[in-house]
């Protein structure tokens, strides 16, 4: 008996025969005595229709007009769910997030939330009513619509959780939980019961796309139980906590392996190594819009540096034509592109009390002759880039040699 | 130089290169130094999808939930012309019915309007802004979102003049003008130069379908000149005004046909001629939802009477089931349907100071041996009831009768 913020995703709602299985769901909960709020997507599809649309029209379309457009695909499924409810017997009531209010900033196309006025939802969930809200939009002071950009959704699920201070927020998807690896890589890969919001950060970021990384940081600052499950079938699905369960006494040392396939490398060759360097060659990439992941400075014997970053690989080309310019301010001998690498990442948060996990992996890639490139370190990662072409043989040397694999059947 | 309201209907905003063409005739407007508010329906087709995926969900989807998800085919609309305008140098923004905002009572699915709030659009016209509003609908006291029915977005156009007090009301439609009658029945039809708004109420409620009947009916009340244009071609369209032109020397006697194929007719025969009779046999009818138009009662030479009524051709069986239960009660002889009529109405504010308008319209289809088989008169219109394989013979005739018909080329 408690507050439950259940959101569904846009391929749970993609129809309405799914909107129906959806109602089914939520009237479980209802029926155990749950107070249940609704986050809902667009139906998967939509926000491409309608960016369509507005590319049909122009290149550069409005952020203020996009938002006012965009918002629509989640009006649509709020509505239809409420009516799949009511249906079923059940009082529903669906609201924009204009009604809520669900107030953000004016940073229209990834505006933030400010603030959730939670006195209406609180009132329907004590008239006994499942409220459903929609998802992925807000609205600012003067009244605007905004949107929070892709995956929004999720964040609009974590921050009602908050200011409603429910007891779980559930995020349902495609997939049953959070896994040590991606199970296409490795067959084997095990179902998390529980993943701490530091370790879901750093595999977010290393390219799992279970959750939104605003999501998690979200849920990690306001403390929101946070529970990632199959909207398609049962199960526990797995929770995102501060800390692995306190009875767990084998705490994992690593939890899971992520990677990245989508990554280029670029290094400057023969730049003098002076005071500064880096920041002009590196301040170009980024008024370019372009993102830096890893960066990488190595000390030549003749005084001169070798400088390697890693970027995304749809920026490979528009990084390259920056580079060329700023190779000659800084007098670089030559520039070399890469953009066959991958990136393969441990976490956990065991890493901090167990040395040697960085020997461990290295030695396993060893022995696949498999050459590191790049490495990069925080408290409860190791990444390296390797030749893309290693990939799935670095994952699952890895996977197998951390306990990772789940029992044979 | 001054305030017009422009409503384009669904097929002026059906995709994008219309409503391209939408932004470039708004763009003429405001470069003429106008100043611009737009009202947009949703893009042709929408509607009815929408309407289709709650239907795939329940047969009786909630009102309030209905607007919420109907409301989103204005709000596409209203974005994507926005943008066009902006592609084309003009500062421009949208709003939805909640953000104007267009207050309603809470009659989901019809609502009336309340109140308009024009701070807003005010503000943004003395910018020099063009505003783009989201017709059809608007927003209860409690934040509500409501839509005004079908049709709704006239009326939407004409409040928001009556409000601001604009110069004209543009409906810009698929057709060029109101005419003397359809021109696919009578080819030689004319369209007209101005209309009254007491014409043009009859001439839509005798089944003329060029203006939602509230729309004009308000912007009567509010005296909005309100002009009926098409968005495809160039024209002066038909302007609806209190009287016609002052300078209009030859006031026509007539100024225009309508009819009407969607018409069935009962008669109950052989009633007893006692008080309340009319109210025991249409009282039922009304309490199955089903409108009547016209009305009919003969005393016959034995004290019985004969009753007969018109409805809608699709509420005709409907209609009998109901009257056969009714029969029973009144003692009545027999009950007759006749689905195969058709009305035909004469309609002009000229008819006032003219008499014999009715005589010659008898005479006119008494030449072509059309028996007439009900009349009805208002104080600016006369309807008859004909066989409907007379109707095109009828309109044709009285058309040319009282010289409606174009010059020849």
Redesign the interface.
């Known amino acids: 008996m408690g507050i439950m913020v259940q959101k569904y995703g846009g391929t749970s709602v993609a129809n ?1 025969e799914r ?2 299985a959806v109602a089914d769901r939520v009237k479980r909960w209802h029926d155990q005595g749950h107070q249940v709020v609704v986050v809902l997507s667009a139906m998967s599809g939509e926000t491409n229709r ?1 960016i369509a ?2 590319k ?3 290149d ?3 952020p ?3 938002d ?2 965009l ?2 695909g989640e ?2 499924t ?3 769910l ?3 409810l ?2 079923r017997g059940i009082d529903a ?2 609201y ?1 997030g ?2 809520v209010a669900i107030r953000t900033d004016s940073a229209h196309t990834k505006a933030r939330i400010e603030a959730i006025d939670d006195a209406r939802i609180r009132a329907d969930l004590d008239a006994g009513r499942v409220v459903v809200v929609a998802g992925f939009q807000g609205v600012d002071a003067d ?3 905004t949107t929070l950009g892709r995956g929004g959704s999720d964040t609009t699920g974590v921050a009602l959780a908050a200011a409603l201070g429910a007891d779980e927020c559930q995020i349902y998807t495609d997939v049953d939980g959070v896994y040590t690896t991606d199970p296409r890589v490795v067959p084997q890969a095990r179902r998390l019961t529980t993943v701490t919001f530091e370790e879901m950060l750093e595999m977010a970021s290393q390219g799992s796309k279970v959750l939104q990384i605003r999501a998690v940081e979200f849920a990690g600052k306001y403390n929101v139980p946070l529970r990632v499950l199959s909207s398609f079938g049962e199960g526990e699905g797995t929770l995102i906590t501060v800390d692995h369960a306190e009875d767990d006494m084998e705490k994992p040392v690593i939890s899971g392996i992520a990677f990245n396939r989508d990554e280029a490398k670029l290094t400057v060759r023969g730049v003098p190594d002076t005071p500064g360097i880096a920041s002009r060659i590196l301040s170009p990439i980024g008024d370019a819009n372009i993102e830096i992941d890893m960066i990488l400075q190595n000390v030549s014997a003749d005084g001169s540096t070798d400088f390697t970053f890693t970027v995304a690989h749809g920026d490979l080309k528009k990084a390259m034509a920056v580079l060329e310019k700023v190779a000659k301010d800084v007098s670089a001998r030559e520039i070399v592109a890469n953009g066959n690498i991958a990136k393969v990442s441990l976490v956990g948060v065991g890493m901090r009390s167990h040395a040697g996990v960085a020997s461990k992996m290295f030695s396993v890639l060893a022995k696949e002759n498999i050459n590191i490139q790049m490495i990069s370190t925080s408290e409860i990662k190791i990444a390296v880039v390797i030749d893309e072409k290693y990939l799935e043989l670095a994952v699952r040397s890895l996977h197998s040699a951390f306990d990772l694999d789940a029992p044979a059947p």
Chains 1, 2 share one sequence.
């Open positions: 309405p909107i129906e309608l649309l507005a049909a029209i122009t550069e379309p409005t203020r007009e996009m006012v457009m918002s629509t009006q649509v709020i509505a239809l409420a009516m799949a009511i249906k009531r669906s924009t204009t009604q009244g605007n619509i």
